[in-house]
């Protein structure tokens, strides 16, 4: 199948790419995939997992000077990142879980990417060797020190070709800074310093010290029984490195200059959406909370997602959205059942494709949903091991509410709730993205 075109009605053809991870039925909690980030330029994807590895996909290069281009990914290197703790003075088990992956911009030949699990946040520097050095005055070629006395003469060490190895090393672990469980980090637009989020508390990192760090947001009450809400995502501006915004379990988008105070705890603007009494009811609160906020690429924007909706948001407006999309509205009716098998605690992620023209977000039933901020279309695709054949067309799939059912149509009643798209990433300037299913990191790309 010749894989450019876009359908009659100027939407994106979407088509399977790869798949990565095994297929089998009986998936170890362990594999579940707890983050996926790309790089700036794309050309690496890294995910994260409850193992707490990391495991780092590089873009295939005949794939990506094919013409048409190919989205295609190899494991390139692999890693454990965090290992099970046991924090003594509190008897609580610390997870390796992976929380968040965010690279940092390339400034040389090495990778540099942070990672973080509930407590510690570690800086990696991942790096190529393709060369070794040979003939040392002082030591054999198998590393043992030879006698001075020994040496009559000396030679020039060569360089040789060797294997490529890929190396990851820890450069920094950032600890001890957080209470509570970190569900952010951030790296500011200087490449110079990064935020970190938990439940209750934003902190202020330089990549250089690891031994301190400089807490900006802290809305702990004195009374923990006066708390109202918890940070739930925190992320800088891209452009601007004094502004933030963080997003709560209320429904609010905070934004916060560093300029006008070292704690940003009175923020400059706030987002909020006025609750429609019509729709309130027991469930109103818990929906409403945000689960991930994400500003765009040109910083004008940002959007957020709490349990039913992605909203978009113009950084000029703080009164309502300027966008809504209803991402699985047909749940609404089945919130008392989502609520007894606590899905409806799902924390969802949204992100922006590179031209901000474009928002993808996940659902039940390994659906994944992406909106066309500009025709305001929006589809339904899922990700299934089925049509896993390089350049299968996905086909659009709708969910029936009630009635009667079309052929091509699931019934509500017949969603997998355990099948979720929590994390997904869309490629920095190509239509290409991943999509974490459990233990599955798909891959799609326009069809070409």
Known sequence: ???????????????FSQVKGTLEDDVTEADIISCVEFNHDGDLLATGDKGGRVVIFQRDPISKNSIPRRGEYNVYSTFQSHEPEFDYLK???????????????????????????????????????????????????????????????????TIRPMELMVEASPRRIFANAHTYHINSISVNSDQETYLSADDLRINLWHLEITDQSFNIVDIKPTNMEELTEVITAAEFHPAKCNVLVYSSSKGIIRLCDMRSAALCDQHSKLFEEPEDPTNRSFFSEIISSISDVKLS????????????SVKVWDLQMERKP????????????KLCSLYENDCIFDKFECCWNGSDSAIMTGSYNNFFRVFDCATKRDLTLEAARDIAKPKTLLKPRKVCTGGKRKKDEISVDCLDFNKKILHTAWHPSENVVAVAATNNLFLFQDKL
């Open 297 to 308: 690429h040109s910083g004008r924007y940002m959007i957020s997602r709490d349990y039913l």
């Open 91 to 157: 008897s609580l088990e610390i997870e390796e879980k992976i929380n968040k992956i965010r690279w940092l911009k390339r400034k040389n030949p090495a990778h540099f990417l942070l990672s973080t699990n509930d407590k510690t946040i570690k800086l990696w520097k991942v790096s190529e060797r393709d060369k070794r050095v040979e003939g040392y005055n002082t030591k054999e070629e198998n590393g043992s020190i030879r006698d001075p006395a020994s040496i009559t003469s000396l030679r020039v060490p």
């Open 1 to 15: 199948m010749d894989c450019a075109e876009t359908s009659s009605n100027g939407d994106i053809q979407w088509c």
């Open 322 to 333: 300027i966008e809504c999309y209803p991402v699985h509205e047909y749940l609404r009716s």
